[in-house]
Structures are given as structure tokens and as C-alpha cells.
């Protein structure tokens, strides 16, 4: 693996009380680095692009990035398919590249949090070339999960497991000598091994790759399938339900997500990042049944934070959201973890058009041109940003999807050819994917790529309407959702929403979620008639207000100053 000179640059200072780290109360805005801006003209975002745009971020209101991953890569799936962990792919920059950043985000108050694929590596990463070179039961494949096939000639796979991705998850070996060999364990593409988390030599080689990053000025991880690294011994078969998710977390029980040993990883992780000063933070990307289940991720020796999914997954209903909010603040709490809150990210439709799907859509499906149920952009819309307003009040951390601060909606209409997740290919267009919410963003509205880049390249292309959605479009508009996020933010840190407490607030009607955190009332209507709004100065509203009314699928916050 490359080796490279640490620079760390610190980060921001803040004297933090016991139980107020930067962690408990943030508003994290996750780069997926391909998308966001390109600097070099090729067509793919890069790290000089970030850099080149973090007075926008800062002007939004965040605390901290979370970059998707940008590590060195032959891009089988977009990056989380990982050939080196400790350098910098050339398509988005170099280490130098990513220290000036580092430095320039820190500079701003920014902190910077990278993501850590340990479930799995690319074939392409040394080990895995290793493991190919070597013979059935070498030190080599020790690292990966190789097994012996069923059959006559083991030319079955060693169980059923499916991929994510669609297809199987076992992959037959061609050895040297042209014979089939043994089989390996992907649980997402081919180009995809699974690592032995057994093996004491993976766990190592883990801790020396945190290690080079904390020592570059990182201030903490977004561990990638953090559910998904210790697998049940033996392998046993199993067959998910046809409507489960394709990361799981309907469901327990499930032979290779969420076994009991992961906890000793990352009790290990946590000791580790403890060594270093600034409140290092660990968040798990955990797919898991019940918020109950998730906060045994986020006990006081483990991860800092997890992706509250249940909270994501709750449909535009008032009663599942007030109880998806109340289990929440209770399970993480009852750890001593703030909860999180997120409604979108590189994963799923985008939320501004999954609230207002009329059609079953199991996450990482995706929608397209075929997809029933597909939204009317004006109700996405104004539930997404109603949705915004109700969520940045809520106690503890927030995380923001890049361009959801322009209220951008899934692009449905890419063409077939266009399409580049595996999850297209595995399951021969059956699914559509991710590709939709990963479209490159608006920056100007005339000009090449949107300003995405200055050669109009673009990995994906850019629908029409993404002119009138730009930055530069809504930066002065009053009106425009850039607007109403920049208010949100700005008013949720000035009242230290994040370290609030949530009183519930009743008599509103059933169809209405309504609370008090310190000085804000919010009150969010998901009925289908407008309602009389509680007594109160109007801080923000997410959309026109006539009077005292507070028409269908709209929020605000109130107060009585």
C-alpha cells in the first residue's frame, strides 16, 4: 500500500464540556465526491473541487463533511470498491490535494470525516491479487472468505446467499493453471471480496489504515456496512423475504448482518481513536431491524453515532413519525448517544421525490422511467423542505445529502446507457439503482455542466430542469429552499436546538406532528386541510403562510419571544 508523509492540520477548536462533543449536535453534510464539483474538466468531481467550494458549505451553516469515498479505486462501484486505503484515486486529486482541503475545511471551522469500506476490498487490491496467486488454504486467501464448492466437483456455491446487488454472492476462481477453483465471498459485486474479519491480520491492518488518516488531521469515519463484517460461523443458507431492502434491516436473524462479534471490532476502533485529541468520531452505517437493535452500535465503548434508517424509512405519516422520533430519542439515549437524524443520501431516492412515491420501493431499487408510482415533483418538493424543517429541530445530529439545499429531486429519466450502478447490470435493468440520486449538482445556471465543470462534462448527464434548480439561482431568492435551509441552520445553532430536549406538544389533531425544543415550537402539518396555528411568532416556515394558517405539507417553527 502507498506510504505518504502525515500532515495533520487541527482541527477546529472548541472547549467542550463532558457529554458536549462536536459529535452530539452536528449538522454533517456528506460530499459524494464524483458529483459535486469537478476542477479538472474531466467529468468527475474531485477533491480540488470541494476545496474550491467550501465558503458555499460554510455559508450554508455545517459543522463538518462527510466525504464518500475518494481512496484509490478502479471504480466497479463508484469507489466502495476500495484497491488501496491509504492513497488518493487520480481521478479525484492527490494526498497533497486532499491535505490542502483538510487544512482549508479546518480553517473554516469544518471538520472533515472520511469513509472506511472494512466489509470489503476491490479485486484489485494487493491482497486479493495475492490471494488469486496463491493456493486453497494459504495465509493469502486467509484474508478473504474462500470456501470449497458443493457438488460432484464443487461446482455449486459453498450456500444461497444473494448479493445486494442482485445475483449470487459466491464467485468461482479460475486458478493458474486454468482448472475452477475454489469460490469467494462478495456480498455486493464480484469485483467486491469480502474480508475474514476472523483473521487477526485483517484486524490489524485496519487499525494502521485509521491510523494514517487520524495522523493526516481526520476527525472521525463513516464505516461502510459497519453490520456487515463478522459473518455466522459455518455459513449457514439463508433466503431473505421478497420485500426486504437490499442492505437488510427488516428483519433479525440474519446470518451476515449484524452478528455479535462486530462489537469487538469496534470496541477496539473506539480505543484507538481515543488516543487522539479532538473527539475522533466513529459513525456506523448499520442497516438494522428496530432503532433498539442500532443502539447497541453506539454504547458509550463502541461507534459515537449510527444512520438512524428507521427515521429515513418512515413514510410522510404523523403518527409513525411521531413514534419513529419518541423510539429514538429514547434507544440512543438510553446508551448515552444523541440520536441522528437523515433523510437522504447516496443510497436512496432522494427525498424530495421518495415522500411522495405512491408505490412500494424497497431501498437501493431506485426509480426510473418504467417505476409505478412515480412522484409529483410540487408535492415532493414541498413535503421535502416541510420535512427539512421538522427534522433540523429535532435533539442531536443531522446529516444533509448534497444538493437536497436545493431541493433536488431523483432524476428519473436517465437513459439506459447512461446507467453505471452495478445494481442495473447484477439484475439486468430489473432495478434501476443509485445512479438517480448521484447526478452531478447545479452550480450556475447557464453555463457548461451547470457549473459542475468549465468543459460541460458530466459522468452523468444533467436533466434541463437542473438550470432553474442552481445555486446561483437560488442565492438571493428568498423563497428558494438554499434559503430555507441557510435559516434552519442558522437558527437551529443559534438556539442550540441540537443539545435541546423535545417536549411533545398535543390538541393539534391526529394528522399533526408537533413539539417544543427550548424556545422553537414546530409544528408540521400532514393532514389534508390547512390548520390554525398555535399562538407564536413565525421564526421559519417552510413554505407561504395566509395568516394564521398553515396549509398541507408545510412546517414551521414558532416562538413566543
Request: proline fraction near 8%; include cysteine.
Given at each position: 500500500?502507498?506510504s505518504?508523509?502525515?500532515?495533520?492540520?487541527?482541527?477546529?477548536?472548541?472547549?467542550?464540556a463532558?457529554?458536549?462533543?462536536?459529535?452530539r449536535?452536528a449538522?454533517i453534510?456528506?460530499?459524494?465526491?464524483?458529483s459535486?464539483?469537478d476542477?479538472?474538466?474531466?467529468?468527475i468531481g474531485?477533491?480540488?473541487?470541494?476545496?474550491?467550494?467550501?465558503?458555499?458549505?460554510?455559508?450554508?451553516?455545517?459543522?463538518?463533511i462527510?466525504l464518500?469515498?475518494?481512496?484509490?479505486?478502479?471504480?466497479?462501484?463508484?469507489?466502495?470498491?476500495?484497491?488501496?486505503?491509504?492513497?488518493?484515486?487520480?481521478?479525484?486529486?492527490t494526498?497533497?490535494?486532499?491535505?490542502?482541503?483538510?487544512?482549508?475545511?479546518?480553517?473554516?471551522?469544518?471538520?472533515?470525516?472520511?469513509?472506511?469500506?472494512?466489509?470489503?476490498?476491490?479485486?484489485?487490491?494487493?491482497?486479493?491479487?495475492?490471494?488469486?496467486?496463491?493456493?486453497a488454504?494459504?495465509?493469502?486467501?486467509?484474508?478473504?472468505?474462500?470456501?470449497?464448492?458443493?457438488?460432484?466437483?464443487?461446482?455449486?456455491?459453498?450456500?444461497?446467499?444473494?448479493?445486494?446487488?442482485?445475483?449470487g454472492?459466491?464467485?468461482?476462481?479460475?486458478?493458474?493453471?486454468g482448472?475452477?477453483?475454489?469460490?469467494?465471498?462478495?456480498?455486493?459485486d464480484?469485483?467486491?471480496?469480502?474480508?475474514?474479519?476472523?483473521n487477526?491480520?485483517?484486524?490489524?491492518?485496519?487499525?494502521?489504515?485509521?491510523?494514517?488518516?487520524?495522523?493526516?488531521g481526520?476527525?472521525g469515519?463513516?464505516?461502510?456496512?459497519?453490520?456487515?463484517?463478522?459473518?455466522?460461523?459455518?455459513?449457514?443458507?439463508?433466503?431473505?423475504?421478497?420485500?426486504?431492502?437490499?442492505?437488510?434491516?427488516?428483519?433479525?436473524?440474519?446470518?451476515?448482518?449484524g452478528?455479535?462479534?462486530?462489537?469487538?471490532?469496534?470496541?477496539?476502533?473506539?480505543a484507538?481513536?481515543?488516543?487522539?485529541?479532538?473527539?475522533?468520531?466513529?459513525c456506523?452505517?448499520?442497516?438494522?431491524?428496530?432503532?433498539?437493535?442500532?443502539a447497541?452500535?453506539?454504547?458509550?465503548?463502541?461507534m459515537?453515532?449510527?444512520?438512524?434508517?428507521?427515521?429515513?424509512?418512515?413514510?410522510?405519516?404523523?403518527?409513525?413519525?411521531r413514534?419513529?422520533?419518541?423510539?429514538?430519542?429514547?434507544?440512543?439515549?438510553?446508551?448515552?448517544?444523541?440520536s441522528?437524524?437523515?433523510?437522504?443520501?447516496?443510497?436512496v431516492?432522494?427525498?424530495?421525490?421518495?415522500?411522495?412515491?405512491?408505490?412500494?420501493?424497497?431501498?437501493?431499487?431506485?426509480?426510473?422511467?418504467?417505476?409505478?408510482?412515480?412522484?409529483?415533483?410540487?408535492?415532493?418538493?414541498?413535503?421535502?423542505?416541510?420535512?427539512t424543517t421538522l427534522?433540523?429541530?429535532?435533539?442531536?445530529?443531522?446529516?444533509?445529502?448534497?444538493?437536497?439545499?436545493l431541493?433536488?429531486?431523483?432524476?428519473?429519466?436517465?437513459?439506459?446507457?447512461?446507467?453505471?450502478?452495478?445494481?442495473?447490470?447484477?439484475?439486468?435493468?430489473?432495478?434501476?439503482?443509485?445512479?438517480?440520486?448521484?447526478?452531478?449538482?447545479?452550480?450556475?445556471?447557464?453555463?457548461?455542466?451547470?457549473?459542475?465543470?468549465?468543459?460541460?462534462?458530466?459522468?452523468?448527464?444533467?436533466?434541463?430542469?437542473?438550470a432553474?434548480?442552481?445555486?446561483?439561482a437560488?442565492?438571493?431568492?428568498?423563497d428558494?429552499?438554499?434559503?430555507?435551509?441557510?435559516?434552519?441552520l442558522?437558527?437551529?445553532?443559534?438556539?442550540?436546538?441540537?443539545?435541546?430536549?423535545?417536549?411533545?406538544?398535543?390538541?393539534?389533531?391526529?394528522?399533526?406532528?408537533?413539539?417544543?425544543?427550548?424556545?422553537?415550537?414546530?409544528?408540521?402539518?400532514?393532514?389534508?386541510?390547512?390548520?390554525?396555528?398555535?399562538?407564536?411568532?413565525?421564526?421559519?416556515?417552510?413554505?407561504?403562510?395566509?395568516?394564521?394558517?398553515?396549509?398541507?405539507?408545510?412546517?414551521?417553527?414558532?416562538?413566543?419571544?
Open positions: 500500500m502507498t505518504a508523509e502525515s500532515v495533520a492540520t487541527p482541527a477546529p477548536s472548541r472547549e467542550e463532558p457529554g458536549g462533543e462536536w459529535w449536535t449538522v453534510y456528506q460530499i459524494y465526491p464524483r459535486f464539483a476542477q479538472s474538466g474531466d467529468g474531485d477533491l480540488r473541487g470541494v476545496t474550491n467550494h467550501l465558503g458555499d458549505l460554510a455559508a450554508l451553516g455545517i459543522d463538518a462527510w464518500s469515498p475518494f481512496q484509490r479505486s478502479p471504480q466497479k462501484d463508484a469507489g466502495y470498491d476500495v484497491a488501496d486505503y491509504c492513497d488518493v484515486d487520480p481521478l479525484f486529486g494526498l497533497s490535494d486532499f491535505d490542502e482541503m483538510l487544512a482549508q475545511a479546518h480553517a473554516r471551522g469544518i471538520r472533515i470525516i472520511v469513509d472506511l469500506v472494512p466489509n470489503h476490498s476491490s479485486d484489485q487490491h494487493a491482497w486479493f491479487q495475492e490471494a488469486v496467486a496463491s493456493p488454504g494459504s495465509p493469502e486467501r486467509a484474508r478473504y472468505i474462500f470456501r470449497d464448492g458443493k457438488g460432484a466437483n464443487g461446482e455449486l456455491p459453498p450456500n444461497n446467499w444473494e448479493s445486494v446487488f442482485g445475483g454472492a459466491w464467485t468461482r476462481l479460475t486458478e493458474p493453471d482448472t475452477p477453483g475454489q469460490w469467494y465471498l462478495h456480498l455486493f464480484a469485483s467486491q471480496p469480502d474480508f475474514d474479519w476472523s487477526p491480520e485483517v484486524r490489524e491492518e485496519f487499525r494502521r489504515i485509521l491510523r494514517f488518516w487520524l495522523d493526516r481526520v476527525d469515519f463513516r464505516v461502510d456496512v459497519a453490520h456487515g463484517l463478522v459473518k455466522k460461523e459455518g455459513l449457514p443458507d439463508y433466503t431473505p423475504p421478497k420485500d426486504a431492502g437490499s442492505m437488510g434491516g427488516g428483519e433479525a436473524a440474519v446470518p451476515y448482518w452478528q455479535d462479534g462486530v462489537h469487538e471490532i469496534y470496541r477496539d476502533w473506539h484507538l481513536l481515543a488516543e487522539y485529541d479532538g473527539d475522533r468520531a466513529l456506523a452505517e448499520a442497516w438494522l431491524p428496530s432503532v433498539a437493535q442500532t447497541l452500535w453506539v454504547r458509550p465503548d463502541e459515537h453515532q449510527a444512520f438512524n434508517f428507521e427515521y429515513l424509512e418512515t413514510p410522510w405519516n404523523a403518527e409513525k413519525l413514534l419513529v422520533i419518541a423510539d429514538s430519542l429514547a434507544g440512543y439515549g438510553a446508551v448515552g448517544a444523541p441522528t437524524w437523515v433523510l437522504s443520501n447516496h443510497d431516492v432522494r427525498h424530495a421525490s421518495r415522500l411522495a412515491l405512491t408505490a412500494e420501493n424497497p431501498q437501493g431499487a431506485g426509480i426510473g422511467p418504467k417505476s409505478p408510482g412515480k412522484p409529483i415533483p410540487e408535492v415532493g418538493l414541498r413535503r421535502a423542505r416541510a420535512a427534522m433540523l429541530a429535532l435533539p442531536g445530529s443531522a446529516y444533509l445529502y448534497q444538493g437536497e439545499e431541493g433536488l429531486p431523483e432524476v428519473i429519466n436517465l437513459p439506459d446507457e447512461a446507467r453505471q450502478d452495478p445494481t442495473w447490470f447484477r439484475t439486468n435493468g430489473e432495478r434501476y439503482g443509485r445512479d438517480g440520486c448521484r447526478v452531478p449538482l447545479p452550480w450556475t445556471s447557464e453555463g457548461p455542466a451547470y457549473g459542475f465543470n468549465e468543459t460541460g462534462e458530466s459522468w452523468l448527464p444533467q436533466p434541463a430542469e437542473w432553474g434548480l442552481a445555486r446561483d437560488q442565492r438571493d431568492d428568498p428558494s429552499t438554499l434559503t430555507l435551509y441557510k435559516s434552519l442558522a437558527e437551529r445553532r443559534a438556539r442550540g436546538l441540537g443539545a435541546g430536549t423535545l417536549e411533545w406538544v398535543d390538541g393539534l389533531g391526529p394528522d399533526v406532528v408537533a413539539f417544543r425544543n427550548g424556545s422553537i415550537t414546530v409544528v408540521a402539518n400532514l393532514s389534508a386541510r390547512p390548520i390554525e396555528l398555535p399562538s407564536g411568532v413565525v421564526v421559519v416556515s417552510s413554505g407561504p403562510l395566509t395568516g394564521r394558517m398553515l396549509p398541507v405539507d408545510q412546517a414551521v417553527w414558532l416562538t413566543g419571544e
